[in-house]
Protein backbone atom coordinates (compact mmCIF):
# COMPACT_ATOMS: atom_id res chain seq x y z
CA UNK A 1 0.00 0.00 0.00
CA UNK A 2 0.85 3.78 -0.39
CA UNK A 3 2.02 5.38 2.94
CA UNK A 4 0.77 8.90 2.81
CA UNK A 5 2.85 11.40 4.91
CA UNK A 6 1.16 14.80 5.72
CA UNK A 7 3.02 17.56 7.40
CA UNK A 8 2.79 19.62 9.79
CA UNK A 9 0.65 17.98 11.99
CA UNK A 10 -0.63 20.90 13.19
CA UNK A 11 -0.01 24.57 11.86
CA UNK A 12 -1.25 28.34 13.54
CA UNK A 13 -1.94 30.51 11.41
CA UNK A 14 -3.54 34.09 11.24
CA UNK A 15 -6.36 35.23 9.27
CA UNK A 16 -4.93 36.35 5.83
CA UNK A 17 -2.01 34.43 6.40
CA UNK A 18 -0.88 31.85 2.64
CA UNK A 19 -0.91 28.14 4.30
CA UNK A 20 0.64 25.82 3.03
CA UNK A 21 -0.05 22.46 3.66
CA UNK A 22 2.22 19.09 2.46
CA UNK A 23 1.27 15.53 1.21
CA UNK A 24 4.19 13.34 0.63
CA UNK A 25 3.62 9.65 -0.97
CA UNK A 26 5.51 6.51 -0.47
CA UNK A 27 5.75 6.55 -4.71
CA UNK A 28 4.62 7.84 -7.47
CA UNK A 29 0.91 8.57 -7.38
CA UNK A 30 0.94 10.15 -10.84
CA UNK A 31 -1.76 13.14 -9.05
CA UNK A 32 -4.44 10.83 -8.54
CA UNK A 33 -4.39 13.57 -4.96
CA UNK A 34 -7.13 15.20 -3.79
CA UNK A 35 -7.28 17.23 -0.75
CA UNK A 36 -10.40 16.98 2.03
CA UNK A 37 -11.41 19.40 4.49
CA UNK A 38 -13.04 18.17 7.93
CA UNK A 39 -14.50 20.20 10.26
CA UNK A 40 -15.42 18.76 13.93
CA UNK A 41 -18.61 16.33 13.42
CA UNK A 42 -18.89 17.06 9.98
CA UNK A 43 -18.09 14.62 7.09
CA UNK A 44 -14.94 14.96 5.06
CA UNK A 45 -15.36 17.80 1.67
CA UNK A 46 -13.77 17.27 -1.19
CA UNK A 47 -11.51 20.41 -2.03
CA UNK A 48 -9.36 19.59 -4.61
CA UNK A 49 -9.64 16.73 -6.89
CA UNK A 50 -6.26 15.18 -9.28
CA UNK A 51 -3.78 17.52 -7.35
CA UNK A 52 -5.08 21.05 -8.94
CA UNK A 53 -9.14 20.81 -10.21
CA UNK A 54 -11.05 22.88 -7.90
CA UNK A 55 -14.69 21.47 -6.92
CA UNK A 56 -17.42 23.27 -7.55
CA UNK A 57 -18.71 25.52 -4.96
CA UNK A 58 -14.73 25.74 -3.40
CA UNK A 59 -13.44 28.58 -2.51
CA UNK A 60 -10.59 29.74 -5.21
CA UNK A 61 -8.30 31.06 -2.24
CA UNK A 62 -8.06 26.88 -2.21
CA UNK A 63 -5.47 25.26 -4.81
CA UNK A 64 -3.48 22.29 -5.37
CA UNK A 65 0.13 21.76 -6.85
CA UNK A 66 2.42 19.03 -7.36
CA UNK A 67 4.00 15.59 -9.23
CA UNK A 68 5.22 12.66 -8.60
CA UNK A 69 5.30 11.79 -4.56
CA UNK A 70 5.35 15.51 -3.24
CA UNK A 71 1.80 17.60 -3.22
CA UNK A 72 0.92 20.92 -1.44
CA UNK A 73 -2.98 22.62 -0.52
CA UNK A 74 -2.12 25.89 -0.61
CA UNK A 75 -4.75 28.88 0.97
CA UNK A 76 -4.19 31.90 -0.50
CA UNK A 77 -5.58 33.74 2.73
CA UNK A 78 -6.85 32.36 5.62
CA UNK A 79 -10.16 32.88 6.54
CA UNK A 80 -11.31 31.88 10.07
CA UNK A 81 -13.92 29.36 8.56
CA UNK A 82 -11.01 27.03 7.25
CA UNK A 83 -9.99 26.26 10.93
CA UNK A 84 -10.53 22.29 10.12
CA UNK A 85 -8.43 19.07 9.32
CA UNK A 86 -7.17 18.36 6.01
CA UNK A 87 -6.79 14.90 4.52
CA UNK A 88 -4.65 14.41 1.82
CA UNK A 89 -5.69 11.18 -0.11
CA UNK A 90 -4.76 9.02 -3.25
CA UNK A 91 -6.29 7.17 -5.95
CA UNK A 92 -3.69 6.07 -7.97
CA UNK A 93 -3.39 2.37 -6.50
CA UNK A 94 -5.27 1.12 -3.37
CA UNK A 95 -6.92 4.26 -2.12
CA UNK A 96 -5.52 5.75 1.10
CA UNK A 97 -5.33 8.52 3.41
CA UNK A 98 -2.94 10.46 5.38
CA UNK A 99 -2.63 11.26 8.94
CA UNK A 100 -4.30 14.85 8.63
CA UNK A 101 -3.05 18.23 9.30
CA UNK A 102 -4.87 20.53 11.86
CA UNK A 103 -5.39 24.32 11.00
CA UNK A 104 -5.36 26.58 13.87
CA UNK A 105 -5.94 30.31 13.77
CA UNK A 106 -3.43 31.47 15.96
CA UNK B 1 -29.25 17.24 -5.63
CA UNK B 2 -27.10 14.18 -4.54
CA UNK B 3 -27.56 12.98 -1.25
CA UNK B 4 -26.62 10.13 0.92
CA UNK B 5 -27.20 9.00 4.31
CA UNK B 6 -26.12 5.89 6.70
CA UNK B 7 -28.13 4.10 9.06
CA UNK B 8 -27.44 1.54 11.37
CA UNK B 9 -26.91 -0.16 14.56
CA UNK B 10 -25.33 2.60 16.93
CA UNK B 11 -23.99 -0.27 19.67
CA UNK B 12 -22.87 -3.59 18.35
CA UNK B 13 -21.41 -6.40 21.02
CA UNK B 14 -17.96 -7.73 19.91
CA UNK B 15 -17.85 -10.87 17.39
CA UNK B 16 -21.06 -9.62 16.54
CA UNK B 17 -21.57 -7.90 12.58
CA UNK B 18 -22.45 -4.91 11.40
CA UNK B 19 -25.11 -3.69 8.57
CA UNK B 20 -25.23 -0.35 7.75
CA UNK B 21 -27.13 0.69 4.54
CA UNK B 22 -26.69 3.53 2.73
CA UNK B 23 -29.50 5.68 0.94
CA UNK B 24 -28.55 7.84 -1.55
CA UNK B 25 -30.85 10.32 -4.09
CA UNK B 26 -29.91 12.66 -7.22
CA UNK B 27 -27.76 10.26 -9.09
CA UNK B 28 -28.06 6.51 -9.99
CA UNK B 29 -26.31 3.67 -8.35
CA UNK B 30 -25.53 2.21 -11.93
CA UNK B 31 -23.29 4.81 -12.70
CA UNK B 32 -21.39 5.85 -10.13
CA UNK B 33 -18.73 3.94 -7.75
CA UNK B 34 -20.21 3.05 -3.91
CA UNK B 35 -17.10 3.46 -1.71
CA UNK B 36 -17.19 2.69 1.84
CA UNK B 37 -14.51 4.63 4.34
CA UNK B 38 -14.26 4.34 7.78
CA UNK B 39 -12.60 6.91 10.46
CA UNK B 40 -11.51 5.48 13.89
CA UNK B 41 -9.53 6.75 16.68
CA UNK B 42 -6.49 4.15 16.10
CA UNK B 43 -5.93 4.31 12.29
CA UNK B 44 -7.97 7.35 11.26
CA UNK B 45 -9.49 7.82 7.71
CA UNK B 46 -9.89 4.05 6.03
CA UNK B 47 -11.01 2.44 3.04
CA UNK B 48 -12.97 -0.16 3.03
CA UNK B 49 -13.51 -1.59 -0.39
CA UNK B 50 -16.24 -0.51 -3.39
CA UNK B 51 -18.88 -1.72 -5.30
CA UNK B 52 -18.63 -0.60 -9.25
CA UNK B 53 -21.71 0.58 -11.12
CA UNK B 54 -21.75 -2.64 -13.12
CA UNK B 55 -22.18 -4.40 -9.51
CA UNK B 56 -18.98 -6.09 -8.79
CA UNK B 57 -16.88 -5.02 -5.30
CA UNK B 58 -13.49 -4.92 -4.31
CA UNK B 59 -12.08 -4.94 -0.65
CA UNK B 60 -9.22 -3.38 1.28
CA UNK B 61 -6.92 -6.45 2.25
CA UNK B 62 -7.25 -5.33 5.69
CA UNK B 63 -10.95 -6.13 5.52
CA UNK B 64 -11.25 -8.77 2.94
CA UNK B 65 -12.35 -11.87 5.13
CA UNK B 66 -14.63 -10.53 7.01
CA UNK B 67 -16.53 -7.40 4.50
CA UNK B 68 -19.44 -7.97 1.89
CA UNK B 69 -20.88 -5.04 0.16
CA UNK B 70 -23.70 -5.06 -1.82
CA UNK B 71 -27.08 -2.95 -3.32
CA UNK B 72 -30.50 -2.69 -4.52
CA UNK B 73 -30.43 -0.62 -7.09
CA UNK B 74 -34.48 -0.57 -7.19
CA UNK B 75 -34.30 0.72 -3.41
CA UNK B 76 -31.03 3.39 -4.44
CA UNK B 77 -29.71 1.58 -1.51
CA UNK B 78 -25.55 0.35 -0.76
CA UNK B 79 -25.17 -2.08 2.02
CA UNK B 80 -22.02 -3.11 4.39
CA UNK B 81 -21.84 -6.01 6.24
CA UNK B 82 -18.71 -6.27 8.15
CA UNK B 83 -18.54 -9.71 10.68
CA UNK B 84 -16.41 -10.44 13.95
CA UNK B 85 -16.43 -7.13 15.18
CA UNK B 86 -13.63 -6.00 17.73
CA UNK B 87 -13.49 -2.82 20.08
CA UNK B 88 -10.87 -1.12 17.55
CA UNK B 89 -13.68 -1.63 15.13
CA UNK B 90 -15.19 1.70 16.61
CA UNK B 91 -15.55 4.68 14.62
CA UNK B 92 -17.48 6.57 12.64
CA UNK B 93 -18.72 4.90 8.95
CA UNK B 94 -19.33 6.51 5.60
CA UNK B 95 -20.64 5.93 2.24
CA UNK B 96 -19.72 7.54 -0.53
CA UNK B 97 -20.06 8.51 -4.21
CA UNK B 98 -16.68 7.64 -5.81
CA UNK B 99 -14.99 9.79 -3.43
CA UNK B 100 -16.58 13.58 -4.29
CA UNK B 101 -20.14 13.07 -1.74
CA UNK B 102 -19.92 11.88 0.95
CA UNK B 103 -23.06 10.80 3.62
CA UNK B 104 -22.76 12.17 6.86
CA UNK B 105 -21.54 8.74 8.90
CA UNK B 106 -23.10 6.78 11.09
CA UNK B 107 -21.08 5.93 14.09
CA UNK B 108 -20.53 2.52 15.54
CA UNK B 109 -19.44 1.86 18.96
CA UNK B 110 -18.24 -1.72 19.30
CA UNK B 111 -18.60 -2.63 22.89
CA UNK B 112 -20.48 -5.26 25.45
Known amino acids: DIQMTQSPSVLSASVGDRVTLNCKGS??????LNWYQQKLGEAPKLLIYNTNNLQTGVPSRFSGSGFGTDYTLTISSLQPEDVATYFCFQHNSWPTFGAGTRLELK | QVQLKETGPGLVQPTQTLSITCTVSGFSLTSYYMQWVRQTPGKGLEWMGFIRSGGSTEYNSEFKSRLSISRDTSKNQVFLKMNSLKTEDTGVYYC??????WGQGVMVTVSS
Open chain 2, 96 to 101: ARNFDY
Open chain 1, 27 to 32: QNINKY
